[in-house]
């Protein structure tokens, strides 16, 4: 693997650390209004980044919400040009006791630096970053055309950058995106990912009475919202844990024979799931399917939060004038955002209790993606991969959601190499986030060999 911008790369490895940890210290967290001006501070820092590097036409695009970044490198002719894409948003912290440092204070424990955004996504979208400049300090140029599309919303659904994409497809012409903000399978073991489920994000809210009434006065008279929700949430699955709207499975497209046989020649050990990264005493879901299957190609109910009510310490005997219950479903090929919503605002309305009014709300969506793997992108980044790591790449899917990757396929025709670096113990959306260092470095690596191999 000689290349002058890997050896540019190892060079500078302390820098590139602390320059990620300067990105992670500023708290970006997109869905709570008091931190707008942090966000904006991190699109800030990235636009003065990707300028110092050598990009050019950077920019920040001012949305309804929070800005995109935008940089570009157009001149290697007759060679194909790549959309990197990345997040500069994280998630909130809570429970924040549960963290062991600060959680915008990156620490280093054996090994990994934990911080929230360490893995999702600020570490792999730094990564691009770093890869960016190596090849440019070592050779001037880079070896094919790129245009750098970062956003600050991904953590609440993406929609500035997916007005953006379907009303500026021309500003992101491009033959492939690639974006790092998936994981490894396993350590040391080369990941594709070439499926996300899709998502639809819901809120429930249940009305009853005009007021909050006292539930010595009222009780046995008047409805209770969070006794409504708990009675249509009860018939939302079943005991077996099928999922109980009608018509919810009509299109559901099972994985292919081949992709099912790849998948239980993976390493994975079920127990040590349960355990490690689980931590329940026993794993639960859609009986007659393995956990990989339920996980990464059948699609799924969850509820995330009732508020509503009283919730401090101590008591308070409050029948609750409204309840909110909020639930999301995992979507999967070939199911469909609207259909899917469409089918459970039926049934759940079906279910509607006695005294008790519904809104029944679509917060975000995303639709269910399977990338083919006979393409000169991914076959490119299999060779890299390989050169990096040593190993023959596994191809995976991901239980989670890219919404992204869905917008660029629609609107600008073009299919994504999901390359990411993380581990399924990166505790991503939890306390005590971290990234395994070696990973960011060799992820960086992986990046530029990658590119280079592109441009080949």
Same mark, same amino acid.
């Given at each position: 693997?000689?290349?002058?911008?890997?050896?540019?790369?190892?060079?500078?490895?302390?820098?590139?650390?602390?320059?990620?940890?300067?990105?992670?210290?500023?708290?970006?967290?997109?869905?709570?209004?008091?931190?707008?001006?942090?966000?904006?501070?991190?699109?800030?820092?990235?636009?003065?980044?990707?300028?110092?590097?050598?990009?050019?036409?950077?920019?920040?695009?001012?949305?309804?919400?929070?800005?995109?970044?935008?940089?570009?490198?157009?001149?290697?002719?007759?060679?194909?040009?790549?959309?990197?894409?990345?997040?500069?948003?994280?998630?909130?912290?809570?429970?924040? !006791?549960?963290?062991?440092?600060?959680?915008?204070?990156?620490?280093?424990?054996?090994?990994?630096?934990?911080?929230?955004?360490?893995?999702?996504?600020?570490?792999? +979208?730094?990564?691009?970053?770093?890869?960016?400049?190596?090849?440019?300090?070592?050779?001037?140029?880079?070896?094919?055309?790129?245009?750098?599309?970062?956003?600050?919303?991904?953590?609440?659904?993406?929609?500035?950058?997916?007005?953006?994409?379907?009303?500026?497809?021309?500003?992101?012409?491009?033959?492939?995106?690639?974006?790092?903000?998936?994981?490894?399978?396993?350590?040391?073991?080369?990941?594709?990912?070439?499926?996300?489920?899709?998502?639809?994000?819901?809120?429930?809210?249940?009305?009853?009475?005009?007021?909050?009434?006292?539930?010595?006065?009222?009780?046995?008279?008047?409805?209770?919202?969070?006794?409504?929700?708990?009675?249509?949430?009860?018939?939302?699955?079943?005991?077996?844990?099928?999922?109980?709207?009608?018509?919810?499975?009509?299109?559901?497209?099972?994985?292919?024979?081949?992709?099912?046989?790849?998948?239980?020649?993976?390493?994975?050990?079920?127990?040590?799931?349960?355990?490690? !990264?689980?931590?329940?005493?026993?794993?639960?879901?859609?009986?007659?399917?393995?956990?990989?299957?339920?996980?990464?190609?059948?699609?799924?109910?969850?509820?995330?939060? +009732?508020?509503?009510?009283?919730?401090?310490?101590?008591?308070?005997?409050?029948?609750?004038?409204?309840?909110?219950?909020?639930?999301?479903?995992?979507?999967?090929?070939?199911?469909?955002?609207?259909?899917?919503?469409?089918?459970?605002?039926?049934?759940?309305?079906?279910?509607?209790?006695?005294?008790?009014?519904?809104?029944?709300?679509?917060?975000?969506?995303?639709?269910?993606?399977?990338?083919?793997?006979?393409?000169?992108?991914?076959?490119?980044?299999?060779?890299?991969?390989?050169?990096?790591?040593?190993?023959?790449?596994?191809?995976?899917?991901?239980?989670?959601?890219?919404?992204?990757?869905?917008?660029?396929?629609?609107?600008?025709?073009?299919?994504?190499?999901?390359?990411?670096?993380?581990?399924?113990?990166?505790?991503?959306?939890?306390?005590?986030?971290?990234?395994?260092?070696?990973?960011?470095?060799?992820?960086?690596?992986?990046?530029?060999?990658?590119?280079?191999?592109?441009?080949?």
């Amino acid at each position: 693997m000689p290349s002058k911008a890997v050896d540019y790369a190892h060079s500078q490895h302390d820098r590139f650390l602390e320059e990620l940890f300067a990105l992670l210290r500023v708290p970006s967290i997109s869905t709570l209004p008091e931190h707008a001006g942090d966000v904006r501070h991190a699109a800030e820092i990235l636009v003065a980044e990707l300028k110092r590097i050598g990009m050019e036409n950077v920019r920040l695009i001012q949305t309804a919400g929070h800005p995109l970044v935008y940089a570009d490198w157009l001149h290697a002719d007759e060679k194909p040009t790549c959309l990197c894409y990345g997040h500069y948003d994280v998630q909130p912290v809570e429970p924040v !006791e549960e963290w062991h440092t600060p959680p915008f204070e990156p620490t280093i424990r054996d090994g990994n630096v934990y911080a929230r955004g360490a893995v999702d996504d600020k570490g792999q +979208m730094y990564m691009h970053v770093k890869a960016l400049e190596s090849l440019l300090q070592a050779h001037g140029r880079l070896p094919l055309n790129i245009r750098v599309i970062l956003e600050g919303e991904e953590e609440v659904g993406g929609e500035a950058i997916a007005r953006f994409v379907a009303e500026h497809p021309e500003e992101l012409t491009a033959d492939f995106a690639l974006i790092s903000d998936t994981e490894m399978f396993a350590p040391e073991l080369p990941t594709l990912c070439v499926g996300l489920r899709g998502m639809i994000y819901t809120e429930i809210e249940a009305r009853g009475a005009k007021t909050d009434l006292h539930s010595g006065m009222y009780g046995g008279a008047a409805p209770n919202p969070f006794v409504a929700l708990a009675q249509i949430i009860a018939q939302l699955k079943d005991a077996g844990g099928r999922i109980l709207i009608p018509g919810f499975y009509d299109k559901v497209v099972k994985p292919s024979s081949d992709e099912l046989r790849a998948w239980e020649s993976l390493p994975f050990d079920e127990e040590q799931y349960r355990k490690s !990264e689980v931590g329940s005493s026993v794993l639960t879901g859609e009986a007659g399917y393995g956990v990989l299957e339920r996980t990464w190609a059948r699609p799924t109910l969850d509820v995330h939060g +009732m508020p509503g009510g009283f919730i401090g310490a101590g008591a308070k005997t409050v029948i609750p004038a409204k309840a909110v219950a909020k639930i999301s479903m995992r979507l999967v090929p070939d199911m469909t955002p609207k259909e899917t919503f469409a089918l459970y605002k039926q049934y759940v309305e079906s279910l509607r209790p006695k005294g008790i009014e519904l809104d029944v709300r679509l917060i975000h969506s995303g639709d269910p993606i399977v990338i083919g793997t006979n393409n000169p992108y991914v076959k490119a980044a299999q060779n890299a991969l390989h050169q990096v790591w040593g190993k023959d790449t596994v191809f995976i899917r991901s239980g989670g959601s890219i919404p992204i990757v869905g917008d660029f396929e629609r609107n600008l025709h073009i299919p994504s190499v999901m390359m990411g670096f993380g581990l399924p113990d990166d505790n991503l959306h939890a306390p005590n986030e971290k990234f395994h260092i070696a990973n960011f470095y060799r992820g960086i690596d992986s990046l530029i060999v990658f590119l280079e191999e592109v441009g080949k």
